[in-house]
């Protein structure tokens, strides 16, 4: 749901009044920068949407899958633990294991992603994330994206001394633990400073073998103003994350037992340790809004390989708005010294390669939005240049460089009819472009560079609505899109990839998410009956292909559907029975020989809300006990057989 809201003049919260996208419950004052980004969201003329923490904060939140269920058109899932996953938006990033891609993460508006495009879900926690932006698909343009996967924004609202101190505690199965503390608190009240610390920590044993995580993460926020209120913001973030990785499994191993690992990720001791500190400062006077930050990040990653990554990134953000006009520049240059030795059961041993890369990303854009024939219809141009540079210097065992650039120009235009001041309808067509990361231009565990890779690019149309009314809010988007040198990424169970572009290939389907007040007053007064479900359907195939025809793209069901029927009474209790439910299996391997299994997994969470500032919650997953398959690796063909392909789901 996203929303327009107005401020009051001197206060840099705000009241809410006639709204399309609702940002909180408690809609007396609304902390910013809610106001502004609600507003950003429903000004948007194309597929968008904003969800508040609200949402996540009194359930099992401990990754990106917990922020992101119920949310339309994004298809998450667990891979190896409960940090890591695979993210898809409209098929950008589809292929990806490792690491995620395919779309623009940013963190309080500074890049998670390196230059190249690729982040790490380890940076994620959602107790740390105080509200949620999407722009999906090429409406990404709105937040500096140029993907096929759009933007995803994760963000923090502003210190505030109102804003009262918190702990949240969790504890579950396989010894899970999970806290944090967020403390808001005044610097200096002459030149109106304050300052936000939130710190968390996670671990726990693991549902599987080989499962292992210890997290610790801090984010700072001191912000202060001038007399010409100039608003100042510093953003200090530090991960330390440890994760051990279980291996894929066969389907017949998997649900034979699917909390097992194979011995060679055991005894190699395959695990994942990331550090990673992010500086940033930005300047914002209403009409020029600019934002440095500086990255380091560094990775010890023993699994078929011991990888040592060595990541150093800086950039700028800067966005210029008066009346329609709306200009955007965004710059980030990344540095990376990777070495691959022999994995010596965790132990780094002789050394296989030695590779240096360097990545620059820019890019340029402008948008404009002007009333069309009347007042409630508005016409959305948007124009946007990128320019994209990958060097790859590998230094052992042979000397091989490549230097490589790509630039394309994105066009937008958008229409946005206005039906009630709670109803929109829009539509656009654009273009998106994705320049290759580094794990699809190097040969990753083998020596040679990939330089035959093409980037992506991506024509779309969109069609949708979204809104509310007393009984009813919805968001739904329908589109089309036509890709030319798509990313095709195989992940071998020996740990080998390889990546290519196929010549054609179209991606369509539906984004839905719905939200029906099915019952007020049921059994008491001021009790509620709600129900809320997102579905999607995707349809991802290639087009012509001289070997695989017009078969469909590995790695996600054709049909996904999360639903949850919620009671309110209020006393403070909260009940919630829910689903998860793929109805038919996907294929695993673009031949399209052999398919995962279908699944369907319930769970319940109780809420209770006390009026002393305590609150409690229960959240219980796969109730029916149901072995499933959450997310494969994508092969070329598996000749009809099986294979260890496969992660299973852990809740």
Do not use: C
């Not at 011991?306 to 955007?328: F, K, P, T």
């Not at 071998?492 to 369509?508: E, L, M, Q, R, V």
């Not at 149901?626 to 099986?642: E, H, M, N």
């Amino acid at each position: 749901s996203a929303l327009a809201q107005k401020k009051t003049d001197d206060d840099n919260s705000a009241v809410v009044e006639q709204s399309l996208i609702s940002v909180s419950s408690d809609a007396n004052v609304i902390p910013a920068p809610l106001p502004l980004e609600a507003e950003a969201v429903a000004n948007w003329a194309g597929s968008a949407s904003m969800i508040t923490a609200e949402n996540w904060n009194n359930q099992k939140s401990i990754h990106i899958k917990d922020l992101l269920d119920f949310t339309p058109g994004i298809f998450v899932q667990q891979r190896n633990g409960a940090e890591s996953a695979r993210i898809t938006i409209r098929g950008s990033g589809l292929g990806r294991q490792f690491q995620g891609g395919g779309l623009l993460l940013l963190m309080d508006d500074i890049p998670l992603n390196t230059a190249d495009g690729a982040f790490d879900f380890q940076a994620i926690d959602p107790w740390l994330t105080d509200y949620i932006t999407i722009y999906r698909g090429a409406n990404g343009m709105a937040a500096g994206g140029y993907t096929l996967g759009g933007v995803v924004h994760l963000g923090s609202t502003q210190p505030n001394e109102q804003h009262p101190d918190i702990m949240r505690l969790s504890t579950g199965s396989f010894n899970t633990f999970h806290g944090m503390i967020d403390i808001n608190g005044i610097y200096n009240q002459s030149n109106n400073s304050q300052f936000r610390i939130k710190a968390s920590h996670f671990n726990q044993d693991g549902f599987r073998v080989q499962n292992q995580q210890n997290s610790n993460r801090f984010s700072g926020q001191y912000v202060f103003k001038t007399k010409t209120s100039t608003q100042h913001k510093l953003k200090l973030f530090h991960l330390n994350s440890y994760a051990e990785l279980p291996s894929s499994l066969s389907k017949a191993l998997l649900f034979e037992d699917p909390r097992q690992s194979r011995a060679f990720n055991i005894n190699g001791n395959f695990h994942r340790n990331l550090t990673l500190s992010l500086l940033g400062y930005t300047f914002d006077n209403q009409q020029l809004k600019t934002a440095f930050f500086v990255a380091k990040k560094d990775l010890i990653n023993p699994v078929f390989t011991y990888i040592n990554r060595a990541s150093d990134d800086v950039g700028i953000r800067l966005v210029w708005s008066s009346a329609n006009h709306h200009l955007q520049f965004n710059a980030q240059q990344g540095w990376q010294d990777e070495k691959r030795r022999e994995n010596k059961s965790g132990i780094a041993g002789e050394e296989r390669l030695f590779r240096k890369q360097q990545a620059l990303t820019a890019t340029m854009g402008w948008q404009y939005h002007q009333t069309l024939l009347n007042p409630k219809t508005k016409l959305q141009l948007g124009f946007q240049g990128i320019y994209a540079e990958r060097n790859i210097n590998e230094q052992f065992p042979a000397i091989i460089s490549s230097h490589r650039s790509y630039q394309q120009l994105n066009p937008f235009i958008g229409i946005q009819y206005q039906a009630t001041n709670s109803q929109q309808w829009f539509t656009n067509l654009s273009r998106s472009f994705e320049p290759p990361t580094f794990a699809e231009l190097n040969n990753g565990n083998q020596p040679g560079i990939n330089s035959h890779i093409k980037a992506q690019s991506a024509k779309s149309f969109e069609l949708g609505t979204r809104g509310f009314n007393q009984q009813f809010s919805w968001d739904l988007a329908l589109y089309y899109s036509r890709l030319d040198s798509e990313f095709i990424r195989f992940r071998f169970p020996n740990g080998d990839t390889k990546t290519t572009n196929a010549d054609n290939s179209i991606h369509y389907g539906i984004e839905a998410g719905l939200k029906w007040q099915l019952a007020d007053g049921l059994f008491s007064t001021g009790d509620s009956l709600t129900w809320q479900s997102s579905y999607q359907w995707n349809q991802f195939n290639l087009d012509n292909d001289p070997v695989f025809h017009n078969n469909l793209i590995p790695g996600i069901p054709e049909h996904y559907i999360q639903s949850k029927l919620t009671y309110t009474h209020p006393s403070g209790w909260q009940l919630s029975p829910k689903i998860e439910w793929t109805p038919s299996g996907y294929f695993v391997d673009l031949a399209n020989s052999y398919r995962t299994e279908n699944y369907l997994i319930t769970g319940l969470s109780l809420v209770y809300n006390t009026e002393r500032k305590l609150d409690f919650f229960l959240d219980i997953n796969n109730l029916n006990n149901q072995t499933y398959i959450s997310t494969t690796l994508p092969i070329p063909d598996a000749g009809g057989t099986d294979g260890n392909y496969f992660y299973s789901g852990e809740d």
